[in-house]
């Protein structure tokens, strides 16, 4: 098992501390492999022991005579559940909060690009070093043809259909990404390039608050969540509506969060991403 999720698991490093280094350590590529790590990572951050890591994935294991599942639950698991929860909404936020909204216009200038890399750091930590790898990402839109944009990408990029499928990379050549960035635009596609710290941090913002939003997955996780926050719904929803304005310049309602959050509860997959920024997958296409 690789270094940094060990140290994790031994608790040699917080979640804070794992989060901040993930990116960086993974080499900004969110595999299939990095997303069960991150979860593992997530979930065992949530318990004191394996025992108890257990205990929180299988709760109809506990005993029969029990007469709830919080019923017997220590106090300090109560407490590390609250604190890693705080953990993740807090760098949701942090994430968030400085990134480009999906809908928003890009000037697509290496020197602006680098400028927004900064400026994100600076919110992250201010002991981020100087980004050098970058990521042009294409955006799921719901108007136009897909197979124009296919043509149109295939032509700026020079990537065929079968290596399109099986490889997303990023690159260190900002001016080469500008040129294609550019290229693409001006066929009216939504493309933004940024760096692969924060694209990769987004992924991970997703992929963990997809994690806390489900219902039919982690009904356990939430009753946890809402023995730690007596007034756990309405924090989730007043975090979501502040983001919400911060992300979009408009306001939303708590009583209409609460609506989007109802309605959820009968979807397969409650995607936050997808509502406040646009779908980074399966559309995206991070090139070289």
């Known amino acids: 098992m690789d270094s940094l999720i060990t140290a994790k698991l031994q608790r040699k490093i917080t979640l804070?501390?794992?989060?901040h280094q993930a990116p960086h350590y993974h080499r900004y590529i969110l595999s299939p492999s990095v997303e069960t790590e991150i979860l593992l990572a997530f979930l065992t951050s949530l318990c004191n022991n394996h025992d108890e890591y257990q205990e929180l994935l299988y709760p109809q294991n506990a005993p029969e005579d029990r007469k709830s599942p919080l019923d017997t639950l220590p106090t300090d698991l109560l407490v590390s559940v609250k604190e890693t929860l705080a953990t993740v909404f807090d760098f949701v936020l942090?994430?968030?909060?400085?990134?480009?909204?999906?809908?928003?216009?890009?000037?697509?200038?290496?020197?602006?690009?680098?400028?927004?890399?900064?400026?994100?750091?600076?919110?992250?930590?201010?002991?981020?070093?100087?980004q050098t790898v970058f990521a042009c990402v294409l955006w799921k839109t719901q108007v136009g043809?897909?197979?124009?944009?296919?043509?149109?990408l295939q032509k700026a990029t020079g990537c065929t259909t079968?290596?399109?499928?099986?490889?997303?990379?990023?690159?260190?050549?900002?001016e080469r990404l500008v040129r294609i960035g550019t290229s693409l635009a001006s066929c009216g596609l939504h493309v933004t390039i940024r760096s692969g710290r924060d694209t990769f941090r987004e992924e991970i913002a997703g992929l963990l608050l997809r994690g806390c939003m489900s219902v039919e997955e982690n009904g356990y996780l939430k009753a946890l969540y809402y023995s730690a926050f007596p007034d756990g719904e309405k924090t989730l929803t007043s975090r979501f509506t502040a983001l919400y304005t911060a992300l979009t310049g408009r306001v939303i309602s708590e009583s209409k969060a609460e609506l989007l959050f109802e309605s959820s509860k009968h979807t397969d997959e409650y995607d936050f991403v997808?509502?406040?920024?646009?779908?980074?997958?399966?559309?995206?296409?991070?090139?070289?």
């Open 274 to 288: 997808v509502l406040t920024l646009g779908a980074l997958r399966p559309y995206s296409l991070v090139l070289i």
């Open 16 to 19: 804070p501390q794992y989060l």
């Open 162 to 174: 079968e290596a399109a499928q099986k490889i997303a990379t990023l690159s260190q050549n900002i």
């Open 145 to 152: 043809d897909p197979n124009s944009s296919i043509y149109q």
């Open 94 to 130: 942090e994430t968030y909060i400085v990134t480009r909204p999906q809908w928003s216009t890009q000037t697509l200038e290496s020197g602006s690009i680098i400028e927004e890399s900064i400026m994100a750091g600076s919110y992250i930590s201010c002991e981020e070093s100087e």
